[in-house]
């Protein structure tokens, strides 16, 4: 059997550790505000739940406390930054790509505000907080926002690169986190480059492209299927927009079948503009989806909610199954 490796500076799931990717948020967050004086951050009452805690302890002058009130502190982000400040606002993603949507079309997008959006307790591995808090909905919900730069990261390191990175771009952001510990898959020296994807696992048995904890799901799938003497490539995609079209492409081409896992709605995610990039493409390969397929889940366990959606590493090399047997209808087929 052919030996796995790991590329970028990305481990073995034996290696794993557990971290919050809103740690990584709130140490880049001080890191920030040592360095770039511009900086402020903005809260809607959970300040102990987003980790913004630690910035408001450090540098209280250029903390905003705004209440439960999401909509009036996209606003004030937006007046904040056209005053030449780069504020971060935080809150939990459901109540900011719900709630203060229109805030955020209107007063931040189409005025194409430096505002950067930290969206944690995403997916629905948010658990226990119930359905109400459980947002499948928020990638959808941003995606489609014309000025809008998306991001997903999957662990500690990748959440605290984007949120560094996010004061280097110019325009408005999203970046979503999660409520749970996640397996650290990467390394502090894994690169992350604005719209660009990073290659986990090379192979030319289909492709897994995954973000936020589903990426460590692509992982641990490329790892069973090693054992059966299948090797798919592993995609990081942390960036939805702007997203890695070449990486895409690349990989639809060189590995014959995509599949994309994410903790999202079926509709409006990574998945669905994967398989647009393909499909205008002539590079046309059988296609997957590992998403939430029209469903609410309920109050529970956040691993045993996502099980019950179908997200599960078993998901993910049934994907790559499935794909490789379409591919080869497809070849023969001409």
Not at 65 to 79: H, K
Not at 160 to 175: D, H, Q
């Amino acid at each position: 059997m052919a030996k796995l490796e790991y590329l970028n500076g990305y481990l073995p799931s034996s290696e794993w550790k557990m971290e919050l990717t809103r740690q990584g948020f709130s140490d880049a967050l001080l890191e920030l505000g040592e360095s770039n004086p511009r900086v402020v951050v903005l809260d809607a009452d959970l300040a102990q739940s987003t980790l913004t805690k630690n910035f408001a302890a450090k540098y209280p002058g250029r903390f905003y406390e705004c209440g439960i009130a999401e909509a009036d502190m996209m606003n004030t982000a937006a007046g904040l930054s056209k005053m030449g400040f780069i504020p971060y606002l935080a809150s939990y993603s459901i109540f900011l790509s719900g709630r203060a949507w229109d805030q955020m079309r209107n007063t931040v997008d189409y005025s194409f505000c430096n505002v950067k959006i930290a969206a944690a307790h995403g997916g629905i591995s948010v658990g226990k907080d119930g359905p109400t808090h459980q947002s499948m909905e928020d990638i959808a919900n941003t995606q489609v926002l014309v000025n809008m730069a998306l991001f997903l990261p999957s662990d500690y390191h990748e959440a605290k690169k984007v949120t560094r990175g996010l004061a280097e771009i110019v325009g408005p952001c999203y970046s979503r986190l999660g409520r749970e510990k996640v397996p650290t898959l990467s390394s502090p020296d894994t690169p992350w480059v604005l719209g660009k994807a990073n290659v986990v696992l090379d192979g030319h048995d289909g492709t897994l492209i995954g973000n936020g904890l589903m990426l460590s799901r692509c992982i641990q799938a490329a790892e069973a299927l090693a054992a059966e003497g299948i090797y798919p490539r592993v995609l990081s995609m942390p960036a939805l927009k702007p997203l890695d079209t070449a990486a895409v492409l690349d990989a639809a081409r060189e590995t014959g079948g995509v599949v994309v896992a994410e903790e999202c709605s079926i509709y409006g995610g990574l998945g669905s503009t994967v398989a647009r990039v393909i499909g205008e493409s002539d590079s046309i390969v059988p296609f997957k989806s590992v998403a939430i397929r029209d469903m609410y889940l309920s109050s529970g366990d956040p691993y045993e909610l996502m099980e019950l959606a179908g997200l599960t590493v078993a998901a993910c090399a049934d994907g790559i199954r499935d794909v490789l047997a379409r591919r080869k209808n497809v070849w023969a087929a001409g």
